[in-house]
């Protein structure tokens, strides 16, 4: 059974510009999270997709959005970016709401702004 | 937010002795679950115990959770080398509802294993 891929792993970007990093769940997990982890803020929730909806969202500026696709593949797009969004990314993916047995994540994509 | 606080934030010993780590939060919670974190890559679930829960075992994992304290502690007995590895304590906040994907970590605890 795949794991939950992140893609990709390392970027690049200059501030002011926009990326897209990618999450494909386990196949079955309907739940996505997604999480931001940096040394001074730790890691901190993003926002949580199930069947296309999104159910929570962190405390994070409107430049951080997501969405999900019919297949629970997930998408995070942050734009206008700043030297303060260099982090790793993880995604999460879960069978069932609440994370009753726990989550499985990514590798992450780790995010470097110049 | 973090939930809470790690201690130690750092944990340093010889392979074959015992880790402890503990957590404290803040809140009401559903569960509390730990992970492991290799190097800056993915986290991987370790283990989750619930409200109602005190004690869990899996493996050479032993976890404790005092709710009227809105604390917790992982034990890894016997340890080695590979345990090395930064460990978080998460909550499921939403006691008694759904969190919807959202867990608040700690800080975590930085555990180095000397062969």
């Known amino acids: 059974k795949a794991g939950v891929t992140q893609t990709p792993r390392y970027l690049i970007k200059t501030r002011g510009q926009q990326v897209t990093l990618s999450c494909s769940p386990i196949?079955?997990?309907?739940?996505v999270s997604w999480y931001q982890q940096t040394p001074g803020q730790g890691l901190q929730f993003l926002f949580e997709?199930?069947?296309?909806?999104?159910?929570n969202k962190g405390n994070f500026p409107g430049r951080f959005s997501g969405r999900q696709f019919s297949n629970s593949r997930s998408e995070m797009n942050v734009s206008t970016l700043e030297l303060g969004d260099s982090a790793l990314y993880l995604c999460?993916?879960?069978?069932?709401?609440?994370?009753?047995?726990?989550?499985?994540f990514g590798s992450g994509t780790r995010l470097t702004v110049v | 937010s973090q939930q809470g606080e790690e201690d130690p934030q750092a944990l340093s010993i010889q392979e074959g002795e015992n880790a402890t780590m503990n957590c404290s939060y803040k809140?009401?919670?559903?569960?509390l679950q730990w992970y492991r974190q290799n190097s800056g890559r993915g986290l991987v679930h370790l283990i989750l115990?619930?409200?109602?829960?005190r004690e869990k075992h899996s493996g050479r994992l032993r976890v404790t959770l005092d709710t009227s304290k809105k604390s917790s502690s992982l034990l890894i007995t016997a340890s080695r080398a590979a345990d090395t590895a930064s460990y978080f304590c998460?909550?499921?906040?939403?006691?008694?509802?759904?969190?919807?994907?959202?867990?608040?970590f700690g800080q975590g605890t930085i555990l180095t294993v000397h062969p």
């Open positions: 115990i619930r409200s109602n829960e």
């Open positions: 999460a993916s879960s069978a069932r709401t609440g994370g009753l047995y726990g989550y499985t």
């Open positions: 998460a909550t499921d906040e939403n006691a008694g509802g759904t969190s919807y994907g959202k867990l608040t």
């Open positions: 997709y199930f069947s296309e909806t999104q159910r």
């Open positions: 809140t009401s919670i559903n569960n």
């Open positions: 196949s079955g997990h309907r739940s």
